[in-house]
């Protein structure tokens, strides 16, 4: 099946920095999301992107399918920033097994 | 608050026991959608129903089913439990027929421990 990998693992960001965040994926997809889990165990669905670049806020999100990759990118992170953000794919034809990456785990501090 | 309920918020059963999950989506939307987050596993996606019909099937165990009421509510059935099955179960919900293409809104989830 399609293998997920995020980088990096963990991050530790100051209040303010910005960050990226990579979601590698084996073969093509036409499904990905970007989901966020707060230190509380609450789950938000952040972006639906398989392809092109998408904004809400100080979160943006960019894939590009031919070269497999996702980028999160987060500005001006705050502390309610934290948690794990998890990129989830599909390869589509009909299947839905959405198959999610371990995620990375960002802790932004004040 | 993201409008999604699910009940019971926690649920302790023994092996071979059967436990039904409830989710009660946002207004207005007609999707609903349950998701298992395990230690083992990870997050997997387990099926969606859109207005009472089932619309995509995930890594769904045969020993676990769904349905949707007219009222819209889904209630997730598992049955023979193994230890395994302990996880935390997410319930969401979203506007439009399509699976993943319009924005899921997660309740709370339910923690099941399986003893």
């Known amino acids: 099946g399609i293998q997920v990998e995020q980088s990096p693992p963990d991050l530790i960001l100051q209040e303010g920095a910005n960050s990226t965040l990579r979601c590698n994926f084996s073969d093509s997809v036409n499904n990905l999301q970007w989901f966020h889990q707060n230190p509380w165990g609450q789950l938000i669905n952040l972006f639906y992107i398989p392809s092109g670049t998408k904004q809400n806020g100080r979160l943006s999100a960019t894939t590009v399918a031919t070269e497999r990759y996702s980028l999160l990118y987060i500005s001006s992170s705050q502390t309610t920033d934290s948690g794990v953000y998890f990129c989830a794919v599909d390869s589509g034809a009909g299947s839905y097994q959405l198959t999610f990456g371990k995620g990375t785990k960002l802790s932004v501090i004040p | 608050d993201s409008g999604v309920t699910q009940t019971p918020k926690h649920l302790i059963t023994a092996t071979g026991q059967r436990v039904t999950l409830r989710c009660s989506p946002r207004?207005?939307?007609?999707?609903v959608y349950w998701y298992q987050q395990s230690l083992d596993q990870g997050l997997q996606f387990l099926i969606q129903?859109?207005?009472?019909?089932?619309?995509a099937k995930g890594n769904i165990l045969e020993r676990f089913s769904a349905q949707q009421f007219p009222d819209l509510h889904s209630e997730l059935n598992l049955s023979s439990l193994e230890l395994g099955d302990s996880a935390l179960y997410f319930c969401?919900?979203?506007?439009?027929?399509?699976?993943?293409?319009?924005?899921?809104?997660f309740g709370p989830g339910t923690r099941l421990t399986v003893l």
């Open positions: 129903y859109y207005n009472g019909e089932e619309r």
């Open positions: 969401a919900s979203s506007a439009g027929i399509q699976a993943f293409t319009d924005t899921q809104y």
């Open positions: 207004s207005g939307d007609l999707s």
